[in-house]
T-cell receptor, first 113, second 119 residues
Framework: GQQLNQSPQSMFIQEGEDVSMNCTSS?????WLWYKQDPGEGPVLLIA?????ELTSNGRLTAQFGITRKDSFLNISASIPSDVGIYFC?????????????FGKGTKLTVNP | EPEVTQTPSHQVTQMGQEVILRCVPI?????FYWYRQILGQKVEFLVS????????KSEIFDDQFSVERPDGSNFTLKIRSTKLEDSAMYFC?????????????????FGPGTRLTVL
């Protein structure tokens, strides 16, 4: 089945630092989504990407859809303590009736004040 | 962001018992989904539901699982005979919202989850 490799697995940073994480896949996706999950809660959608090469921002978050359609990255600038959580990438083929999301294993972010 | 509520927030059951997890997607959406997340692991797709029938299901979604939308509002996941390995967080999600909500067809919005513990 489709697999997403997400890295790094975890990050420990100081408040104010920038953060970068990425996802790669052996197969093509037509949509990339980035989610944040706090402990005991459901994933919250941060950014959605629909076109290869697309670069999209949401406040301090910036994400890009790779040209090959097999990868995506998420950057967080000037991190703050509330950025703590687990960040998941998710790919969607959105073709042939398949709308399911395939998730990466997550990047656990810790921000030290 | 379109709202999804799930009940119960936590369900404890004995192995072999049936459980029903409920999702109430507020507002009209086209697609509904169930995902699960075993503690400390990634989110895994179980099933998608469109136009009152299953449109896709994963290998995890075997004969012990079923979904329905009995009253056009609640969306339920039933596990007929729970096993220890069914212990996980179960998330309902929806997509394909109305234009008024400004959500794209592909964006999936998740509920807060039901923590299922099978003893």
């Amino acid at each position: 089945g489709q697999q997403l490799n997400q890295s790094p697995q975890s990050m420990f940073i100081q408040e104010g630092e920038d953060v970068s994480m990425n996802c790669t896949s052996s197969s093509i996706f037509n949509t990339w989504l980035w989610y944040k999950q706090d402990p005991g809660e459901g994933p919250v959608l941060l950014i959605a990407l629909y076109k290869a090469g697309e670069l999209t921002s949401n406040g301090r978050l910036t994400a890009q859809f790779g040209i090959t359609r097999k990868d995506s990255f998420l950057n967080i600038s000037a991190s703050i303590p509330s950025d703590v959580g687990i960040y998941f990438c998710a790919g969607q083929l959105a073709q042939g009736g398949s709308e399911k999301l395939v998730f990466g294993k997550g990047t656990k972010l810790t921000v030290n004040p | 962001e379109p709202e999804v509520t799930q009940t119960p927030s936590h369900q404890v059951t004995q192995m072999g018992q049936e459980v029903i997890l409920r999702c109430v997607p507020i507002s009209n959406h086209l697609y509904f989904y169930w995902y699960r997340q075993i503690l400390g692991q990634k989110v895994e797709f179980l099933v998608s539901f469109y136009n009152n029938e299953i449109s896709e299901k994963s290998e995890i979604f075997d004969d012990q699982f079923s979904v329905e939308r009995p009253d056009g509002s609640n969306f339920t996941l039933k596990i007929r005979s729970t096993k220890l390995e069914d212990s996980a967080m179960y998330f309902c999600a929806k997509s394909g919202g109305t234009l008024a909500e400004g959500s794209s067809y592909n964006e999936q919005f998740f509920g807060p989850g039901t923590r299922l513990t099978v003893l």
